[in-house]
């Protein structure tokens, strides 16, 4: 189970730090990710880390969110900071994550932003507002 919070309604140029917290069936190895939806759009990778450590970004994201996570007392979080919002990053904020044998199996982080379906287990995301 994976529970997203900390989307908010924003200015533009503003931040926010999404946070997600992920059950024990979910392991630090495990991939995850940040996958984005808006009404009439396909859900879009926004930002993924895999077994690695390593992370990869969407193009339109790049230089402004950050994707990292911790693992403390048993619990698991996936945090995206975002910074300099504009109105183009206004969506449901999804919260996935996928076994790191199968990810590894796929190719890891950018098979998983390229493929978000491939995700597994999914939260029910958190809205994310910017206005102009």
């Known amino acids: 189970q994976l529970v997203e919070s900390g989307g908010d309604s924003v200015q533009a140029g503003g931040s926010l730090r999404l946070s997600c917290v992920a059950s024990?069936?979910?392991?630090?190895?495990?991939?995850m990710g940040w996958i984005r939806q808006t009404p009439g759009k396909e859900r879009e990778g926004v930002a993924t880390i895999d077994y690695d450590g390593r992370t990869s970004y969407a193009d339109s994201v790049k230089g402004r969110f950050a994707i990292s996570k911790s693992y403390d007392k048993n619990i698991l979080t996936l945090y995206l900071q975002i910074n300099s919002l504009k109105p183009e990053d206004t969506g449901t904020y999804l919260c996935?994550?996928?076994?790191?044998?199968?990810?590894?199996?796929?190719?890891?982080?950018?098979?998983?932003?390229?493929?978000?379906?491939?995700?597994?287990?999914w939260g029910q995301g958190t809205q994310v507002n910017v206005s102009s």
């Open positions: 024990r069936s979910t392991s630090s190895n495990d991939c």
């Open positions: 996935a994550a996928l076994g790191f044998q199968t990810c590894a199996a796929y190719g890891g982080s950018e098979y998983m932003l390229q493929s978000p379906e491939t995700f597994a287990i």
